[in-house]
């Protein structure tokens, strides 16, 4: 199994573009999370999926956030417009029923000019 | 009282040494606590987990000591070595509606193991 995969690794963008960071879970999960962190955060869920179906969305930081799991092998966070202060690694994570360990992706490093 | 307390935010030891990580929780209905190492540029890899039905598990020279009444559970790596430098995260789920295996995460220690 190749893992949780996500793309870009990096991303830079200026402030104002749209940014959207892909996620692909490990076959079979049905869980997904995406996480961010930062240094003075740390790791903090923003939304997690169940069966493809988003069930708590209370950590998005705003309306600029946005996610989607249109397929049990696919997930999107878009961030539209960035800012600065949305410079972070995000993190996709997978986990299956029963199983409360989480896989995560290696991550992508976003950096907002 | 969802949140998870860790401590210390940094630790160096030398090599052989035994480094303790510590967390503390409110919400007595966590039931699942991680341990995630990570190392620089890669995502947070699960360690070792235990339940609250008992109060030690060891998985090689990683063991996590569990204290349900004072709802604290730490870390202690044994035989340190220098590959072990990484940043170590707690953290915390509880079954339930709409909190189904969500993890909530300490803010992370990272140690240096010195040669």
């Known amino acids: 199994d190749a893992g949780v995969i996500q793309s870009p690794r990096h991303e830079v963008t200026e402030m104002g573009q749209e940014v959207t960071l892909r996620c692909k879970p490990i076959s079979g999960h049905d869980y997904l999370f995406w996480y961010r962190q930062t240094m003075m955060r740390g790791l903090e869920l923003l939304i997690y999926?169940?069966?493809?179906?988003?069930?708590?969305d209370s950590g998005m930081p705003e309306d600029r956030f946005s996610a989607k799991m249109p397929n049990a092998s696919f997930s999107t966070l878009k961030i539209q417009p960035s800012e600065p202060r949305d410079s972070a690694v995000y993190f996709c994570?997978?986990?299956?029923?029963?199983?409360?360990?989480?896989?995560f992706g290696s991550g992508t490093r976003l950096t907002v000019v | 009282q969802q949140q998870v307390k860790q401590s210390p935010q940094s630790l160096i030891v030398q090599k052989g040494g035994i480094p303790i990580i510590n967390c503390a929780y409110e919400?007595?209905?966590?039931?699942?606590f991680p341990w995630y190492q990570q190392f620089p540029g890669k995502g947070p890899a699960l360690l070792i987990a235990i339940r609250p039905d008992v109060s030690e598990k060891k998985e090689g020279r990683f063991t996590i000591s569990f204290n349900k009444s004072a709802k604290q559970f730490s870390l202690h790596i044994m035989d340190s070595q220098p590959g072990d430098s990484a940043t170590y995260f707690c953290?915390?789920?509880?079954?339930?509606?709409?909190?189904?295996?969500?993890?909530?995460f300490g803010q992370g220690t990272t140690l240096q193991v010195k040669p």
């Open positions: 999926f169940n069966n493809n179906v988003p069930i708590d």
């Open positions: 919400n007595t209905a966590f039931d699942y």
């Open positions: 953290a915390a789920s509880m079954k339930g509606s709409g909190n189904t295996g969500k993890l909530i």
């Open positions: 994570a997978s986990r299956t029923t029963g199983n409360y360990g989480y896989t």
